[in-house]
């Protein structure tokens, strides 16, 4: 009798409930609103930003290269979660299939530890700029910054390939206490011990988060050095401006993933969890184009440019016309 209980408790499920919001029926119509606003200004700001980067020509260096391909990453990354659940807001649906939940995991996991590298990189590109002015150019060429940019993508997929190949069966309950397929919650579910899938993938996900922010610290450390024995005040001011943005980005991003992910369960609720997720899956994506754009003065000055090129070329065409 024991054994057939056993065995009906460890039936593979084949779907989960993301709990999400669930507890608070009253503001699904609001949250539905809030999140599609937020949606919408991410992938405004964003594609704002790759249009910018891909059409000045005062645009087409390595910072900003970078910084396109943060733009085109925050574009996927808020994609991944926010359509899947604006849908379940709106219908009342929260089941996803495990599949479907694994894919989503995939991306989600993949775009993170793309992320981290690419803010790395980043921030490499300003120690060379600010600590080694004269051989940036050789170092920063164009190749040299393609596969930066391609080994950031492929390294964070293929160590995500390798996690998700790991996952082990899922057994009930099938109700994930979260708005998406997250890995902590997942890992929660599955039917057999864990210990050692948890420790591979522990080593694997340091590469993708540990490695990157070090190296991040590490040219900081080095950039705030060369800052503080400059003896021109214009010269810092200037180093500290072009630091400026991505400094913001990194403590924000990193801050809520070492919220998220380093400080134990125990010391923070599930619904702190989801605060903490809601930061750094919609709001970060959402304020790093404002960010750039407001504090960055060749941002600006491309907009502008662009701007005037639309209007110049609306007023021809209306000219013409007449």
Known sequence: MNIISKWRNQTTIIEFILLGFGDLPALQILLFQLLL????????????????????????TPMYFFLGNLSCLETCYTSTILPRMLASLLTGDRTISVSGCLVQLYFFGSLVGTE????????????????????Y???????????????????????????????????????IDHFFCDFTPLLRLACSDTYLFEKVSFFLSSTLTLVPFLLTVVSYIYILSAILN?????????????????????TTFYGTLIAMYVVPAA????????????????????ANPLIYS?????????L???????????????NGKM
């Open 37 to 60: 606003v937020i949606y919408i200004v991410t992938l405004a700001g964003n594609i704002l930003i790759i249009v910018l980067v891909v059409v000045d020509q005062h645009l087409h």
């Open 116 to 135: 981290c590298y690419l803010l790395a990189a980043m921030s490499y590109d300003r120690y060379l700029a600010i600590c080694k002015p004269l051989h």
């Open 137 to 175: 150019s050789t170092h920063m060429n164009d190749r040299f910054c393609l596969h930066l940019a391609a080994g950031s993508w492929l390294s964070a997929f293929l160590v995500v390939t390798i996690i998700i190949f790991l996952i082990l069966t899922f057994c009930g309950p099938n109700e």
């Open 230 to 250: 400059r003896p021109s005040t214009a010269g810092s001011q200037k180093a500290i401006s072009t630091c400026s943005s991505h400094l913001i980005v990194v």
């Open 267 to 286: 010391d923070h609720s599930l619904n702190l969890n989801k605060v903490f997720s809601i930061f750094y899956t919609m709001m970060t994506p959402m």
């Open 294 to 302: 407001l504090r960055n003065r060749e941002v600006r000055k491309a």
């Open 304 to 318: 502008k440019r662009l701007v005037g090129r639309k209007f110049a070329s609306c007023w021809k065409e209306k």
